[in-house]
Antibody, heavy 126, light 107 residues
Framework: QLSESGGGLVQRGGSLRLSCVDSGFSFTSYAMSWVRQAPGKGLEWVSTISDSGGNTNYAESVKGRFTISRDNSKNTLYLQVNSLRAEDTAIYYC?????????????????????WGRGTLVTVSS | EIVLTQSPGTLSLSPGERATLSCRTS???????LAWYQQKPGQAPRLLIYGASSRATGIPDRFSGSGSGTDFSLTISRLEPEDFAVYYC?????????FGGGTKVEI
């Protein structure tokens, strides 16, 4: 249901634009996130954008270099990645980000990731 | 930043056995804002548990989550062949969102 593209081999300092298309019917109802995984390593949250696109959050490691955006008319999420470093080499997954509501109806401050795409590989060469 | 420590790093078990995975957080995670994911080789992660103990849609009831505060666990009551994978916990009570380092469940 989520399909990423745009990854590839890029030189250090270069840029890429990653895309994630949601083929479902509820794209505009959800916040969306990017999570990455370096080869053989664990998961690292990168960024999240609200359902409307009006609010964005970033990990410190990418702040100022990466920009998340979305086009709700195209059911598409983007990640513009600039000033790439070797440590940015990873599979980049897009994911639907949901709030959790506890038994009192109180909304969590942040998100868990309900559905993931298959990922797109970004390789930064030095 | 809340650090999540998963143990053990690797769990060697046989089909039919019970698996218990631990996730400890460096600070208390409010209102059980903790999720568990399963990842098989070459695949994307899949959500198993959210809210520390709520199963995601389509997840078999042999998977269960428990815990609160700083100590959480994922239990697989009877391992099926398809359950051999890496499992990650994630907290969403504070920013930055963080994941544990993973537990590999192997045969």
């Amino acid at each position: 249901q989520l399909s990423e593209s745009g990854g590839g081999l890029v030189q250090r300092g270069g840029s890429l634009r990653l895309s994630c298309v949601d083929s479902g019917f509820s794209f505009t109802s959800y916040a969306m996130s990017w999570v990455r995984q370096a080869p053989g390593k664990g998961l690292e949250w990168v960024s999240t954008i609200s359902d409307s696109g009006g609010n964005t959050n970033y990990a410190e490691s990418v702040k100022g270099r990466f920009t998340i955006s979305r086009d709700n008319s195209k059911n598409t999420l983007y990640l513009q990645v600039n000033s790439l470093r070797a440590e940015d080499t990873a599979i980049y997954y897009c994911a639907k980000a949901l709030y959790y509501y506890d038994s009192s109806g109180y909304q969590s401050p942040y998100w868990y990731f309900a559905l993931w795409g298959r990922g797109t590989l970004v390789t930064v060469s030095s | 930043e809340i650090v999540l420590t998963q143990s053990p790093g690797t769990l060697s078990l046989s089909p039919g056995e019970r698996a218990t995975l631990s996730c400890r957080t460096s600070q208390s995670v409010s209102s059980s804002y903790l999720a568990w994911y399963q990842q098989k080789p070459g695949q994307a992660p899949r959500l198993l548990i959210y809210g520390a103990s709520s199963r995601a849609t389509g997840i078999p009831d042999r998977f269960s989550g428990s815990g609160s505060g700083t100590d959480f666990s994922l239990t697989i009551s009877r391992l099926e062949p398809e359950d051999f994978a890496v499992y990650y916990c994630q907290q969403y009570g504070s920013s930055p969102l963080t994941f544990g380092g993973g537990t590999k469940v192997e045969i």
